[in-house]
């Protein structure tokens, strides 16, 4: 958190103002979960019923969030500083929503690749996707919202053993 806070108000000074960033990580918040449910200790479904109301979330919850053994701070940070529009991260993979807690998009990216585990079953690999995100120089803060890209959307098979064995070769011009 001490990094964040130090590189942020050095970025502020540099730029004579705040710079507006999204956030990449690995492991959730403990706020993501508090988000779900609008709470930090109720787990109902009319809490979450609640929570999807104020926190105007989008997306699945199919696992519980698994954050750090404690609550870093980081959160009450970005929100003190101003400057992060949302905070992405994937460790739960199948979980893939986003929530506008208190004016910071909390959200998840859906599993990519094929060695993570899915759904189970035959809806295993309904998830797997990319989260895209709209930077838009005319929107204060650049940052203009996300969305969830599916692979099936694409026609992308995800059953087992039809992934081709070998990479494509890079197109021409790339190294």
Aim: hydrophobic share 35%.
């Amino acid at each position: 958190m001490q990094w964040y806070l130090s590189t942020s108000a050095a970025l502020e000074r540099r730029n004579r103002g705040l710079v507006p960033g999204v956030v990449f990580q690995h492991i959730a918040l403990w706020e993501h979960r508090f988000a779900w449910f609008a709470s930090v200790d109720a787990r109902t479904e009319a809490d979450h019923a609640r929570a999807a109301k104020k926190h105007s979330i989008v997306g699945e919850r199919n696992e519980d969030e698994c954050p750090g053994p404690f609550n870093s701070g980081m959160f009450a940070a970005m929100l003190q500083r101003g400057d992060v529009k949302g905070l992405f991260v994937g460790h739960d993979h199948i979980n893939t929503y986003v929530a506008d807690y208190y004016g910071i998009q909390l959200g998840y990216a859906p599993g990519t690749g094929f060695g993570t585990y899915g759904l189970g079953g035959a809806e295993d690999h309904r998830l797997r996707g990319a989260r895209v995100f709209h930077l838009d120089e005319s929107v204060e803060g650049l940052y203009a919202g996300t969305e969830l890209r599916h692979a099936a959307d694409y026609g992308i098979d995800l059953t087992a053993g039809t992934q081709p064995g070998e990479p494509a070769e890079f197109p021409t011009g790339v190294s």
